[in-house]
């Protein structure tokens, strides 16, 4: 985690081994998090969150809620009959390329990126929440001993790391994804009443984008064929930029902003 608000989360988070086949993991995890390190019995009362690490998987608490990122869950809407219909996938799919690649900017815990990689696209994911970043890949590893996700999730990588960097060193290199798809969090999007009570946990984690410009430009710096913008409805389009066109649902759209190759 960045900046003085990752540290002083830091000091409020606590990664708890509740299982003895868990201690080494808890313990390389809350390093890298720079976060204390508690057995299962230690008093965690002091915490506003733990990361509570079992032989099974990787959960956040707070000691009432409970989030642990299960790709399992997303399962029926990976039916093809289901799929093809997804808005998502409607806004990236591309005509004529045989294996798509795509960015997801904003992975989250990895749903857009997973619906993405059922489709056919080869998905790089970057999280820059390293709290975040770790249920995620908590999740992919399960998944890849899932025979109903590991063709799937093996088409995901994901990378802990500000997109906004993470775009421009793509560049650098010469890589030019298909797609780059940005679902920024707004101000407005965190005292959302349909957001999931559970999920409000992320909202100790996740910050705003402060810069939308930036992070338009860094999507263009890679010269995908589109860029994908998921957005409320009725809010406004990132940065004022006018997509080319857009697929609307009844809660979200995607903005899309085609580009000359």
Do not use: W
């Not at 799929?83 to 390329?97: F, M, N, Q, T």
């Not at 025979?147 to 802990?160: F, G, Y």
């Amino acid at each position: 985690m960045n900046g003085r608000a990752e540290e002083a989360l830091s000091d409020k988070l606590a990664v708890v081994a509740c299982d003895n086949a868990s201690e080494d993991d808890a313990a390389r995890l809350a390093e890298h998090l720079g976060a204390a390190l508690l057995g299962e019995h230690d008093d965690a009362s002091a915490y506003l969150l733990r990361l509570e690490l079992h032989d099974d998987g990787l959960t956040l608490t707070d000691g009432f809620m409970a989030l642990r990122a299960d790709l399992r869950d997303m399962l029926p809407r990976l039916k093809p009959a289901n799929l093809s219909r997804e808005l998502l996938v409607r806004a990236a799919k591309i005509k004529g390329v045989d294996a798509p690649t795509a960015v997801d900017a904003t992975a989250g815990l990895g749903a857009d990126a997973l619906l993405l990689a059922a489709a056919g696209f080869t998905v790089t994911l970057f999280e820059r929440d390293a709290v975040i970043a770790a249920l995620l890949a908590d999740a992919l590893r399960r998944a890849e001993d899932d025979p109903e996700l590991a063709d799937t999730v093996a088409r995901m990588r994901l990378v802990e790391g500000d997109s906004i960097e993470g775009l421009h060193r793509l560049a650098e290199m010469g890589e030019r994804p298909d797609v780059v798809y940005l679902d920024p969090m707004f101000p407005e999007r965190t005292k959302s009443a349909a957001v999931k009570k559970k999920f409000q946990l992320l909202h100790h984690l996740e910050r705003p984008c402060a810069d939308p410009e930036l992070l338009l430009e860094a999507a263009r710096a890679v010269h995908p064929r589109k860029i994908v913008v998921k957005r409320p409805v009725k809010g406004p389009q990132l940065a004022g930029v006018k997509p080319s066109h857009t697929i609307a649902g009844k809660a979200v759209r995607y903005d899309c902003i085609v580009l000359p190759r």
